[in-house]
């Protein structure tokens, strides 16, 4: 989502238009533990910017670094990889695995000149919808200082 918002000119105090960047976030979800805390931020109506578009997988083990950089390519501006607290993964050692995965991915996409605050890793469990909700505003807010995310094609358009 694009909106149009209005600000003055600085020289002649005239109205300029400018669209307000609308960022697009992927979210990978673990099926025992985030993808449940996302379902309690809904259930509990807490609020949060939509720009959120979620991934549900069975464990945060199964997230291969490609996926990430699939999607940044094919025109997210920032991914989220969620799961289980450590020590709480239903396939005990999954996001052990994710965690080295998610650094591994980070090395790569500093190689490749992206910004790291575009993917994020956090804990989320069931019982944690707030924690949630606030994960996507804060990756929101964030996303959207950083500004569109390079790599995106042009025929991808904001949402
Ligand atoms: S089942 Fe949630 S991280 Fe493995």
């Known amino acids: 989502m694009t909106e149009s918002e209005s600000v003055a000119n600085a020289?002649?105090?005239t109205k300029i238009e400018t669209t307000a960047f609308d960022p697009r976030i992927l979210v990978f979800t673990c099926n025992w533990c985030s993808y449940a805390g996302a379902d309690l931020a809904g259930t509990s109506r807490l609020q949060h910017p939509?720009?959120?578009?979620?991934?549900?997988?069975m464990c945060s083990g199964r997230i291969d670094p490609v996926f990430v950089l699939e999607a940044l390519?094919?025109?997210a501006d920032g991914v989220i990889i969620t799961g289980c607290h450590p020590g709480d993964c239903h396939y005990v050692k999954?996001?052990?695995r994710?965690?080295?995965?998610?650094n591994f991915l980070k090395m790569a996409l500093k190689q490749l000149g992206v910004e790291e605050?575009?993917?994020r890793l956090a804990w989320?469990?069931?019982?944690?919808?707030?924690?949630?909700s606030l994960l996507i505003k804060d990756m929101t807010d964030k996303v959207r200082?950083?500004?569109?995310?390079?790599?995106?094609?042009a025929s991808v358009k904001s949402i």
């Open 11 to 13: 020289e002649d105090g």
């Open 145 to 153: 200082e950083l500004g569109p995310n390079p790599f995106k094609p």
């Open 73 to 75: 390519r094919d025109g």
């Open 124 to 132: 989320v469990s069931a019982g944690e919808g707030e924690k949630f």
């Open 98 to 102: 994710a965690e080295k995965r998610f």
């Open 94 to 96: 999954g996001n052990f």
């Open 117 to 119: 605050d575009r993917v």
């Open 50 to 57: 939509p720009n959120a578009r979620l991934v549900r997988t």
